[in-house]
Nanobody, 117 residues
Framework: QVQLVESGGGLVQAGGSLRLSCAASGSVFSFNFMGWYRQAPGKQRELVAAITRDGSPNYVDSVKGRFTISRDNAKNTVYLQMNSLKPEDTAVYYC???????????WGQGTQVTVSS
């Protein structure tokens, strides 16, 4: 049983920063893609950032230059550093990871990020 556990969400003022972490536990060797999605009230879940096993990142246009995704393969952990936060970044952020060999997708339980204006 593989679990992804997120941490680091919270309430921050506009312009502030937060760092999200997502750690995997259970019987997993490694992950291929790891990423962060978010879902705001009344909106569809969207991919915010993803990173390949070799560390190549991709970002949705709205967070480029403000968010940085990184990972530690030895710890099966992915991070999302969020700077210059805006009220429109308010959402539940979900960690996602694809197991390396079977390509099984896993999801975290979500962590709330609220940015006040």
């Amino acid at each position: 049983q593989v679990q992804l556990v997120e941490s680091g969400g919270g309430l921050v003022q506009a312009g502030g920063s937060l760092r999200l972490s997502c750690a995997a536990s259970g019987s997993v060797f490694s992950f291929n893609f790891m990423g962060w999605y978010r879902q705001a009230p009344g909106k569809q879940r969207e991919l915010v950032a993803a990173i390949t096993r070799d560390g190549s990142p991709n970002y949705v246009d709205s967070v480029k230059g403000r968010f940085t995704i990184s990972r530690d393969n030895a710890k099966n952990t992915v991070y999302l550093q969020m700077n210059s936060l805006k009220p429109e970044d308010t959402a539940v952020y979900y960690c996602n990871a694809e197991e390396l060999f079977l390509h099984t997708p896993y999801w975290g339980q979500g962590t709330q990020v609220t940015v006040s204006s």
